[in-house]
């Protein structure tokens, strides 16, 4: 069969390598040349300037909510077309199971960002926090938005995970308002590249979104700039080589790195054979150290468990280990596959030499691998220990990027953090253990060298993603080796591709530049109520005063009895002595019931439901007697899709409620949020 020649998407069309295709990238499992990619470097300026005059223009105008559903409709066709990229992973080394990780793994970041939009507004930028006052009077504040920058955000992703090392960034760089080039690692850009052909087969993302590099792109960092954002994922040695580029430097272009480390498991102090945690330690270690033959950036390279136990932990884990099949994994049984290739083997071996030269080794997998493969790249399990960790060097500084740990014994708990910590800067790490206050001295102790830590224990077993599995809304990064980067992390992800600016002007002034009502602003009366607009025609600042009420000693002591909210500053004024409380004082939620009341407009209309309440205060004692009326504004809008055919349009309304008394002072604010139909339902 002849090999594939790899093609980039660059300027909106799949280019041809043509003479240049000279990169042999040879199938994992049997050996055979399976892929040729180019030699030859582009013309990054014009690629570049693709990216930003077509890309950038058509995901910036969009709004938060068509980028989110974009995402979504792009994760359902991609997981349509799943069993393809299956098939493709095979030439990668990998098992059915470490390719689940890669393929559905990468596409579920799409739908964790897609679901994400619903923390946005229907607008292409986002504010970032609250509004904050800079004035007596109230008539000067601020705000902080974020606006998708203008450039491309550059991946430069590692050969392990080849889909989801992409999905994972673009999902965050899109959903910003954001294009991508990615180029992936020369050994597995196959399998990126027969994702990539899906996502361009769909016509879901707008032109420019998306451009592909088969090949080298040593050149390309050259040609950024200010606008844009490089990312990189892979070894610490390139990944400062890179870091230190004088362009990226000259421009400030924003640079995130996420390194292999020197991950650690910890079993904990407490834990003895038998217990639940004893079993699941073992399990995780084992599953760390097989899955994807140990090519995970988060894989455990570290084993630390108290010193009385590590002949238990040795004895367990080798006789786990020794029951791991490796080979090809069409092969019946087979539950660990290849490394990338053999020059990666080579690699691994060299840093185990390394290791060796102060840890021993008590278990190696040198069994043939199952199968009729051809293939040099298999390498089974090998784990060391080393007996004095305070005295290692090389445990603590190399690592194996294969199926390799090294098991240490540690004293105490305060001993097992510092052991943690000698990493000098770990993605993550995980404490298997159920005693909660061994747990907290850990965390405390170990937060400060690890982007993630698992405490893994037999409550949350069942449910737990595993030590080695980074969650599209946590941070995935960490300090020192590590990089020092941050990736996915929710809305944190999604601040890294846009620019935030501060804001500064009047409450009018910063409602309309944000669509957002801000406190103070200008409100102009609405006709008819708010209650009978449909969601397309409320406007942002419109408002509904209402009818005023004097609340009475019979309201506050009929909504104790309601509420059964006897507290005694509502119903004993005896008891006020030393409070900040003259009389007795009418119930927040009384308050809350009231304005509803006094704002709500009975009539059938567009309305369907309350959908709650968000930032209710109560920012002033309301007394018996004290005459309260209500402003009801119009503060953001949201337009919601249609989850069925049968679904009627509609959208969520935030509004506004500010109830005042007779001085004409705020007694009590609040967001309220409510499910209002559009009048166009075609």
């Known amino acids: 069969m002849e090999p594939t020649v790899l093609h980039h998407f660059v300027n909106g069309q799949w280019q041809s390598p043509e003479g240049n295709a000279t990169q042999e ?174 996502i361009i087969r769909s016509k879901i993302l707008p032109p420019g979104a998306i451009q592909l590099i088969c090949g080298p792109a040593r050149e390309l960092l050259d040609h950024v700039d200010e606008r844009d954002v490089v990312t990189f994922t892979g070894s610490a040695a390139t990944g400062m080589k890179l870091r230190a580029h004088p362009n990226l430097n000259a421009n400030s272009v924003p640079f995130n790195m996420e390194a292999d480390s020197l991950n650690s498991s910890i079993l904990g102090n407490h834990v003895e054979p038998g217990d639940p945690e004893f079993e699941l330690f073992i399990k995780e270690v084992r599953k760390e150290m097989t899955v994807k033959c140990g090519q995970k950036c988060t894989a455990v390279r570290r084993i630390f468990v108290p010193e009385h136990l590590i002949d238990n932990v040795q004895s367990a884990l080798i006789d ?95 001993h097992a953090i510092e052991l943690a910590n000698r990493g000098k800067g770990s993605l993550c790490c995980s404490l298997v253990s159920h005693d909660a206050k061994e747990a907290q001295n850990f965390v405390m102790g170990a937060a400060v060298m690890h982007g993630r830590i698992l405490v893994l224990d037999r409550e949350c077993a069942k449910e737990s993603t595993g030590h080695g599995s980074p969650l599209p809304l946590l941070v995935h990064g960490g300090p020192g080796r590590a990089g020092g980067g941050e990736e996915m992390g929710g809305l944190r992800g999604i601040r890294h591709y846009m620019q935030r600016t501060a804001i500064q002007g009047s409450p009018t002034m910063l409602s309309a530049i944000t669509q957002s009502y801000h406190a103070g602003g200008s409100q102009t009366e609405a006709q008819p109520h708010l209650f009978q607009q449909h969601f397309e025609d409320l406007i942002i600042g419109h408002t509904v005063t209402t009818a005023k009420h004097t609340i009475t000693e019979a309201d506050i002591v009929n909504f104790a009895n309601v509420s059964g909210d006897h507290f005694y500053a509502h119903v004993d004024e005896t008891s006020l002595d030393g409070t900040i409380f003259e009389q007795r004082v009418a119930h927040g939620y009384y308050l809350l019931s009231k304005a509803a009341g006094l704002f709500v407009d009975p009539k059938k209309g567009p309305v369907l439901l309350n959908y709650g309440v968000e930032e209710a205060r109560f920012t002033k004692p309301v007394y018996a007697g004290t005459t309260v009326g209500v402003r009801l504004t119009v503060k953001e809008k949201v337009e919601q899709e249609k989850r069925t055919d049968d679904d009627i349009r509609k959208g969520i309304v935030k509004f506004y409620v500010d109830m005042y008394d007779d001085q004409g002072e705020s007694v009590a604010v609040a967001t309220i949020l409510t499910m209002v139909k559009l009048r166009n339902q075609d």
């Open 320 to 414: 786990s280990l020794s029951k791991t099949k490796m080979g090809d994994p069409k092969e019946e049984g087979v539950r660990m596959g290849a490394l990338v290739n053999v020059a990666q083997k080579e690699e691994v071996l060299r840093q185990v030499e390394k290791l060796s030269s102060e840890a021993e080794c008590v278990y190696r997998d040198e069994s043939d691998p199952i199968g009729h493969v051809q293939s040099a790249a298999f390498m089974g399990p090998v784990l060391l220990r080393m007996n004095e960790p305070d005295k290692a060097e090389q445990c603590h500084d190399v690592e194996a990027f294969g199926p390799v740990s090294t098991l240490m014994p540690y004293r105490s708990m305060d």
């Open 25 to 198: 990238i040879k199938h994992a499992i049997y050996g055979n040349v399976h892929a040729l990619s180019s030699s030859a470097e582009l013309n990054w300026k014009e690629v570049l300037a693709y990216g930003r005059s077509v890309g950038n223009a058509s995901l910036r105008s969009m709004t938060f909510q068509e980028r989110g559903r974009m995402l979504k409709a792009l994760a359902l066709h991609l997981h349509s077309q799943k069993e393809l990229f299956y098939q493709m992973s095979e030439a990668t080394g990998a098992t059915r199971a470490d390719s689940w990780i890669d393929i559905e793994g990468g596409i579920g970041n799409l739908f964790a960002y897609a679901s994400l939009r619903r923390q946005f507004g229907d607008q292409p930028f986002a504010l970032d926090g609250d509004a904050i006052g800079l004035s007596k009077g109230g008539t000067f504040v601020a705000n902080h938005i974020l606006v998708p920058k203008e450039g491309v955000a550059v991946h430069i992703n590692a050969y392990n995970f080849p889909v989801w090392g992409m999905l994972e960034k673009v999902a965050v760089n899109w959903l910003a308002g954001v294009p991508a080039i990615v180029k992936p690692a020369t050994s597995t850009s196959f399998l990126t590249e027969c994702v990539v052909r899906e």
